[in-house]
């Protein structure tokens, strides 16, 4: 009988020892998940165009833009985030109205600190007081400077036409709007494709001649030109098959060229070519046919977002029976509204037709 007792209480004490250990395999293997579920929900993962893996927290909440601050700009406000950009245009900007756009899209910006001096350089004890949760940049430069401060930085270069989808698709990974930017690049396409369609009759002979740029300075700046010019069914006088990103000319070039419209670059020019007799016979003088390219959230004839609305534009200049201003103007106030989340009045849809 004490045998049996002595045997109960060893089995007893065997199912305590063995419920035991199991508890604390399983508080181990819980406190485990626990770490890794949580280092999973506070930092993930992007790979910039440079092939870099920058750690990123979960959440973005401020977001600063150096270097080609509009065009990064124009970024990070097409995914509807505007509001996260934490640092004012450099002084470099701020000179002329010439972007006043960019304070409708981000008002933060007026309040803001600048983080580079006149120069470019950038203000490193700035940036590390405002503490941003992820850096843009556009040069190797910058983008180096900041991550050896200890700054989540990623590098977009937009080179050829078709970056602007490996930029978006990396930012909209970086500010978990994938879906916007899949959207914003559907959106792209199917525009391009509209354009195409509406000039697709044009007979060779037909097609307008165009020059865009500083042209009194004989300067094209943007490689890019050489595309939207010809997706709006125009032929660019300057497109000589270059892979450079600015191109000098001639005066003599532009007379040969005899342009049909002129696209500029910058308002102030205009004044310059209708002063100048040298320009007297070109027809796009003559016809009063010189457009000054829209500055909204950046350069429409440069390296945008807006780069869609560019191609529609020119449509609308040079062949306004294919897309009338007021298709344009729909067009214009759906990608702000769509897009930057602002709705544009007519006025101001009136001032960037121009």
Request: aromatic share 8%.
């Amino acid at each position: 009988m004490k045998l049996s007792k002595k045997i109960v209480a060893l089995l007893l004490l065997a199912i305590l020892v063995i419920a035991s250990l199991t508890g604390c395999a399983q508080s181990t293997t819980t406190g485990t998940n626990t770490a890794v579920k949580s280092q999973q929900t506070t930092e993930r993962t992007v790979v910039d165009m440079a092939g870099r893996s920058v750690k990123l927290p979960v959440e973005i909440k401020s977001i600063a833009t150096f270097g080609a601050v509009g065009v990064l700009n124009g970024f990070v406000e097409t995914l509807g985030e505007g509001d996260k950009i934490c640092n004012e245009m450099p002084a470099s900007f701020t000179k002329t109205d010439k972007w006043k756009y960019q304070y409708v899209f981000a008002p933060q910006l007026k309040t803001s600190p600048v983080l580079q001096d006149a120069s470019g350089a950038i203000q490193m004890e700035k940036v590390l007081q405002t503490k941003p949760d992820l850096c843009l940049a556009m040069t190797k430069e910058e983008t180096d400077q900041l991550a050896a401060q200890g700054q989540n930085v990623l590098y977009l270069s937009w080179n050829q036409t078709d970056d602007i989808k490996k930029c978006i698709t990396i930012l909209g990974e970086a500010l978990n709007k994938q879906d916007i930017a899949s959207d914003y690049l559907a959106y792209f396409d199917k525009t391009v494709a509209k354009a195409q369609d509406l000039t697709k009759n044009l007979k060779d002979g037909d097609k307008k001649k165009v020059v865009y740029g500083s042209i009194n300075t004989f300067t094209q700046p943007h490689l890019i030109a050489e595309w939207w010019i010809p997706m709006a069914g125009g032929i660019s006088m300057t497109n000589n098959g270059r892979t450079a990103q600015s191109l000098t000319y001639s005066m003599e070039d532009l007379l040969k060229w005899n342009p049909d419209v002129m696209i500029l670059s910058d308002t102030s020019i205009n004044k310059d070519i209708l002063s100048d007799s040298r320009f007297a016979n070109i027809p796009a003088v003559k016809n009063n046919k010189i457009f000054s390219v829209p500055c909204v959230a950046h350069v429409w004839g440069n390296r945008t977002t807006e780069q869609p609305l560019t191609i529609l534009w020119t449509v609308n200049k040079l062949y306004p029976e294919f897309e009338t201003t007021e298709a344009l103007k729909q067009d214009i106030r759906y990608f702000y509204s769509h897009f930057f989340k602002y709705t544009l009045s007519d006025e101001q849809i009136q001032e960037i037709i121009g």
